[in-house]
C-alpha cells in the first residue's frame, strides 16, 4: 500500500511538470511567442498611449519607456475566442523589438480558468479574494500563476473601458522574465535621468 502511494504521489508531480513544459514549449499566446521580433506580426499597430507605471519592490513607482507597445489593429473586434469567450484586444510589450510581454484581454468566463488549467495544470499560486472583503455589486478578485523556468503566465479578473462602457474581462498575461527585467533596469535609468535634468533646470530657476 506504501508503494502505491508513492507511486500515486511521483506520477502526480510528473503530470503536473508535463503540463508546466507545455507553457515552456509554447512560449507565448498561439503563434505569437515571447522573445521573437515584433516585425513578424503584421496584424499589430505601434500603440502611442504606451506610457507604464511600474511598481519596485519597495513600492515606489517609475514611468516606463515609452513607444514600446502595439495592438492589435482589429482590437475590440478581434473574431478571436478562447473557450468560446470573445478576445477583446492583444497588446505587445517590446524591447530592442522583441516581444517580453504579451497581454490578451477576454470576455470573462469561468471557461477561460478552467481550460488554462487543461492545459497547464494547476497553477503555482492562486488567489481569490474572500466574499466578505468585497464591496456590493463588485466580483471578488482573482489572480492564478503558472511559471517555469524564465516562462510566466497570470490570469486575472479585471474591467475593461470601451466607448463609455464597462466590460468584466479576465486579462491573461505571458511574461519573459529575463527580458521583463532587462526593460525595468532601462526604466530605472530613464527614470533617474529624467529626474537629474528636472533637478537641474529647477535648480537654474532660482
Known sequence: MKKLLILFLLASN????????????????????LNSLVKNYKDFTETHNSDEYITLDDNTFIVGLSKNKYELKTRYNTQINIAGSEVRNITLSTIDGKIFEIFVDIKYSS?????????????????????AEVDYGTTPDEKYTWEIDNVHCTLSNGNLYNGGDTNDVYHLRYVDIKLKELYVL??????????????????SEF
Open 186 to 203: 532601462r526604466s530605472k535609468k530613464n527614470s533617474l535621468k529624467k529626474n537629474k535634468d528636472k533637478q537641474k533646470k529647477a535648480t
Open 111 to 131: 471557461n477561460v480558468l478552467d481550460n488554462l488549467k487543461l492545459a497547464f495544470g494547476k497553477p503555482n499560486k492562486s488567489y481569490v479574494q474572500d466574499y
Open 14 to 33: 510528473f503530470s503536473f511538470s508535463q503540463d508546466l513544459s507545455v507553457l515552456k514549449e509554447k512560449n507565448g499566446f498561439r503563434n505569437i511567442k
